[in-house]
């Protein structure tokens, strides 16, 4: 029977089922990070608990790291004491662990595909949502909480509902300055912030079969912003290039036969989806946020939503909260809103080619006045490479600060993070109120470029225009 | 592990409304720089409950009359965004026993289940009735039955639903699932052995 990667792979992973009905599925590799898992660890000792399969498990550093200081001990005794608990828990428990001197921590949505441990047909489990990301690869990937994360330590499986399927199809070509970011944003625009809830998102069509590793990744990194737990590309020879010579992809004769095998698990011809939906490449435009939440979103050439259009109520309830809160006025142009910092990195923008991208353009111009700009490689690999090849330069002499990676502002947990009722725009994920580290702090979400050319005009500007974009 | 039986949990309520109320407005991230689950309850909806300087904003849970509530009610898409465990355990520690909504996020669901949160669904307009109850009388008591699949409030009452897998869970002592995931180590190893890639 002709069956869909989402339920391959999740049937090769399920041990039994539970007396609740759920599944005991094992997880394939665990990742985690400082500050989800301490609890976690707890909960073992408490319970006189061992790790299972500690090969299985691997930590990284990434939300309090600071990205202005390398030197420990850290300014903030908290952040310390974070790192402090990770490291031990890794040594006593016999976990990898990526910790910064290693030279391969970063977000641990980026560190994972670097070194190879994202891989098909796996399942994938980490205390943080955007988890997602690595079903890019065509694997199965998801967040959990903290007691899940001390079920996979100590038993390398967690309790689960199996997930419905909706395929969506991104036909046609996207056009010049419109990428990844503008595509996720657009699903969720169109989709909506909880369209996903209880699904899996398969990700497929045209532009998915041309998109590379790292577009793969944006995308699938904010399927949680649609509500859907996990989302995937099914695996193609784009993932196997990307894979081959990695630290923990396989080597020699093993390689060909996990390839062999990676392609068993891509959806069969003719395979049930419990939904499919289709996008025109073509209708999606770059995309800004304008809200409180992630699906309020329009396209550059757009005004922010009028209330008084609203054709429901809740819809004006939630077109009035977003724009008190984000002290915007309805009906006007998005373009041309003044802003005050950039920010260019995070889980789902943070990895070479978006700011090898952005540096194709940003080269020979110059940050406005009074914007403060910042760039955060997602891994110490992405900052290296970036180094080599020069990028990190032409952002310094823009006028971006170039930091060490971690996860930053995107979340705010070290000490990045806006002042007062700053407007960021940010290449991250989320919008919500307070997120960026001040209560009233104000996120529009965009690709890597429309913040560049934010930084550069000082206002929220269409790159295309800023940079010239159609004519390249 | 003997897990308390969770069929009943009564008491009184709060309504704080609104959809897709994200788990980082429930618990602003810096609270997440802990170790340990102790004292987040203090962090609830800190960033719309308090002013910078600590003073209250006007905000359900600062309003007297709600104090002591055990369940809480609220809109559709309730704890969607981070997964953070610490948004069940804030609501958790501050106090409350069950949430009634229109929807959750699933991260937000599956966390609080584990921790013996019951989160029911009911439907827009059965909220906003007991909502209004509970405006019309604070200490009108509120009782969730999960067998029953009711919440009731004074005489009256609405239907409301639980994933079954949940329910089951919650009614049978079995809503932490570790001992019976230690339980499956065999069948656990049998799967890991049909699979390659997790050899060493």
Known sequence: ?472 | MALEKIIRVAGRGVCVPGNDIDTDRIIPARYLKCVTFDGLGEGLFYDVRKNPDGSEKPHPLNDPRFKGARILLSGANFGCGSSREHAPQAIQKYGFKAIVAESYAEIFFGNSTTLGLPCATASREDIARVAAAIEANPTLELALELEAQVLRFGTQSIPINLRESARNALVNGRWDPIGELLEGTAGVAATAGRLPYMGR
């Open chain 1, 1 to 472: 029977m002709a069956k869909n990667l989402f339920e391959k792979v999740w049937d090769a992973h399920t041990v039994r089922t539970l007396a609740s009905g759920q599944t005991q599925l094992l997880i394939g590799t665990h990742l985690i990070h400082e500050v989800t898992s301490p609890q976690a660890f707890g909960m073992l000792r408490d319970l006189k608990l061992k790790v299972a399969m500690p090969h299985r498990t691997f930590a990284t550093v990434d939300h309090i790291v600071p990205t202005d200081q390398f030197a420990e001990p850290y300014a903030d005794p908290l952040a310390q004491e974070m790192m402090d608990a990770l490291r031990k828990n890794c040594a006593e428990f016999g976990i990898t662990f990526f910790d910064r001197a290693t030279g391969k921590q970063g977000i641990v949505h980026i560190v994972g595909p670097e070194q190879g441990i994202t891989q098909p047909g796996t399942t994938i489990a980490c205390g943080d949502s955007h988890t997602s990301t690595h079903g890019a690869f065509g694997a199965i990937a998801f967040g959990t909480g903290t007691t899940q994360i001390r079920d996979v330590l100590a038993t390398q499986t967690i309790a689960m509902g199996k997930l419905k399927v909706r395929r969506i199809n991104v036909n046609g070509k996207l056009r010049p300055g419109v990428y990844a970011k503008d595509v996720i944003l657009h699903i969720i625009r169109v989709l909506g912030v909880n369209g996903g809830t209880g699904f899996a998102y398969e990700y497929g069509g045209e532009v998915f079969d041309r998109f590379t590793m790292e577009e793969r990744m944006t995308v699938c990194n904010m399927s949680i912003e649609g509500g859907a737990r996990a989302g995937y590309v099914n695996p193609d020879e784009t993932t196997y290039a990307f894979l081959k010579g990695r630290p923990y992809s396989p080597k020699g004769a093993a390689w060909d036969e996990a390839v062999a095998r990676w392609k068993s698990f891509a959806s069969d011809p003719g395979c049930h989806y419990d939904d499919v939906v289709s996008i025109n490449a073509a209708d999606i435009a770059p995309t800004v946020t304008w809200g409180i939440n992630p699906g309020q979103g329009i396209a550059i050439t757009e005004s922010i939503p009028d209330p008084a259009k609203a054709t429901a109520a809740d819809e004006k309830a939630s077109i009035d909260e977003a724009l008190a809160y984000m002290k915007l006025k309805a009906g006007a142009p998005i373009k041309g809103t003044k802003i005050d910092v950039a920010f260019i990195g995070s889980c789902t923008n943070g990895r070479l080619s978006d700011f090898q991208e952005v540096a194709r353009y940003l080269k020979g111009r110059h940050v406005a006045p009074g914007i403060k700009a910042i760039a955060v490689p997602g891994s110490q690999g992405v900052r290296v490479l970036c180094e080599q090849l020069g990028v990190d330069k032409v952002f310094r002499d823009a006028g971006f600060e170039w930091r060490e990676a971690g996860c930053s502002m995107c979340l705010a947990m070290n000490p990045d993070k806006l002042v007062g009722d700053q407007l960021c725009a940010s290449s991250s994920n989320r919008n919500f109120k307070g997120r960026q580290g001040s209560p009233t702090g104000r996120t529009l979400l965009m690709s890597p470029l429309m913040v560049a050319a934010a930084a550069v005009t000082g206002t929220v500007a269409d790159a295309r225009e800023v940079f010239s974009v159609a004519a390249n």
